[in-house]
């Protein structure tokens, strides 16, 4: 797996500290939903940094050769702000990928698909609730949550793609919640076991968030009577609390 | 040598000498493929099964009056973050293995939660890898692995298995969870072996 250089094609805001990259790159060899890829930025002295960042795309095969990639801008990190900020269309950007094969959802996998995620941890799970809409024939719920509405990544997207039959969207504010919503608080055992697939099920759960929101939420589970076999988990940033 | 990054100037890292690739962190991030297990040390147990099928048991007990070991090393994540001079209790596989009768080259860690990594023997010899149960003075908190965790700090930190709970002592290497799954069936990072063919 070497270094190519993509290019950006299109940059969306999603929120005030969240940017989509589009990448235009030529050989990519196509993806799983919920793979990564490394991102590598070098100074003109040859100071390089590099960082892991969840494709937030499906692949399949008629994009042309066009990935997604949405950041969240991490405070005082060094490659994030440049990706959110700085970086421009027509740039190019060295990526290497995909890498990973566990955080993966595949078209073929039976039973349905459980995707709850925190913040920016959204991001490999609409890779997979992409691929869903193209070849998925399960039912999927996400479980999204967020601080408040204009926390919200893929607004529109995540609109159209819930207009599906097969589709349940429900979004959680742990802040402060939209009008005609009275529910802020975190992802709780209530919460759980209204809105996401029961034990009996067989669903297999994805849950990507910071620390702290993946280890709560994954005891959660674990505690309702899901099988930790069929939990599977990407975790991000510092642990919350004492260890 | 690759591109420049238009307006990419960096924060260095002040001449800390840390692997390729890497920065440098004060926290402790977590990497973990499923839930945490949460074990009791009443029910812990650690195996070693050698090649001939042969079984070494320590209960928590057994493991705490073994010798201990304060350890200071850094660490290295193959999601990029390096720790430095991170201080451990643990009992060294030295001592563990010490009376292990075995001629094998290369051992799987089994976890809790069904983790495994594999490495090879040599690599936890020589005062190379700990079974820590201390972290930073404190019992090892469950989620960074808990009561019990492997410590190989010379390779990435996947191979130090969280909640580690037996070593299967093989002839032949076999491939554990991660390595399954795209990464390097090594892992140095001074190498920077973070993927397959690597």
């Known amino acids: ?243 | 040598m690759g591109i420049v990054s238009p307006g990419f100037t960096g924060r260095r890292g002040g001449g800390t000498d840390l692997p390729p690739g890497q920065y440098l962190t004060h926290e402790f991030p977590v990497l973990s493929a499923g839930p945490t297990p949460h074990i009791l040390t009443d029910h812990w147990e650690f195996t070693v099964t050698t090649e001939t099928g042969e079984k070494y048991k320590w209960d928590w007990a057994a493991l705490t009056a073994l010798p201990a070991e304060e350890i200071t090393k850094d660490i290295h994540c193959v999601t990029r973050w390096s720790k430095l001079q991170t201080t451990w209790k643990g009992v060294s596989l030295d001592t563990l293995l010490a009376d292990v009768e075995t001629g094998a080259d290369f051992a799987m860690a089994h976890s809790y939660g069904g983790y495994t990594t594999n490495l090879p023997l040599e690599d936890l010899l020589d005062g190379q890898s700990w079974i820590a149960y201390e972290y930073d003075g404190e019992p090892l908190h469950a989620e960074h692995g808990g009561p019990a965790r492997l410590l190989v700090p010379h390779l990435y930190f996947w191979k130090s298995a969280k909640w580690v709970r037996g070593l299967v002592l093989s002839d032949s290497e076999d491939l554990g969870f991660w390595e399954t799954a795209g990464y390097h069936e090594y892992g140095d990072p001074w190498k920077e072996q973070r993927y397959a063919g690597d």
């Open chain 1, 1 to 243: 797996m070497s270094w190519q250089v993509a290019t950006v094609a299109d940059v969306r805001r999603e929120t005030e500290t969240a940017r989509t990259i589009v990448l235009d790159v030529p050989d990519w060899p196509g993806h799983l939903a919920g793979q990564h890829l490394d991102v590598r930025l070098t100074a003109d002295d040859g100071y390089r940094a590099s960082r892991s960042y969840s494709i937030a795309s499906a692949w399949d095969g008629s994009d042309g050769s066009t990935i997604e990639l949405t950041v969240e801008q991490v405070p005082d990190g060094e490659v994030s702000p440049y990706l959110v900020d700085v970086l421009k269309v027509g740039d190019p950007l060295e990526i290497r990928g995909p890498v990973g094969g566990w955080f993966v959802w595949k078209p073929e996998q039976e039973g349905p698909v459980q995707l709850i995620g925190g913040g920016s941890g959204v991001v490999p799970l609409r890779a997979m609730l992409r691929a869903h809409a193209v070849a998925g024939t399960t039912p999927v719920r996400l479980l999204y949550s967020v601080r408040r509405p204009e926390s919200v990544i893929y607004v529109s997207d995540l609109k159209e793609l819930a207009s599906s039959d097969d589709v349940d969207v429900r979004l959680v504010y742990t802040r402060e919640a939209p009008a005609g919503e009275p529910r802020v608080g975190r992802i709780d055992a209530e919460l759980i076991e209204q809105y996401a697939f029961k034990p009996e099920d067989g669903a297999t759960t994805y849950v990507c968030g910071p620390t702290p929101f993946v280890e709560t939420v994954a005891d959660l589970l674990v505690a309702a009577g899901h099988d930790p076999a069929r939990v599977r988990t990407e975790r991000f940033g510092p642990t919350g609390g004492p260890r």
